[in-house]
């Protein structure tokens, strides 16, 4: 007579990190660990970067596209 009480609420309630399975803190509102949000913040900081400096040509570019456009 010994089943095994089965807890689905705790295994449901048990945080993990969405990404490396980490055990999260309870104190932790995020889906990640602060590993994987600091990789996250890098990746995105990194991202940013790239839009900037494409959009940063783009800028560079249209200018001189408008001015040949607008000649008439
Ligand atoms: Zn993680």
Redesign the pocket.
Known sequence: MSRKKINNKEAVGKRV?K??R?PLRSTNSYN??D??RRERAKARRKTMELCLGVSAVVLSIVPGVKHFVNKK
Request: hydrophobic share 0%.
């Open positions: 990190c990404k490396c980490e990640y660990c590993n994987c």
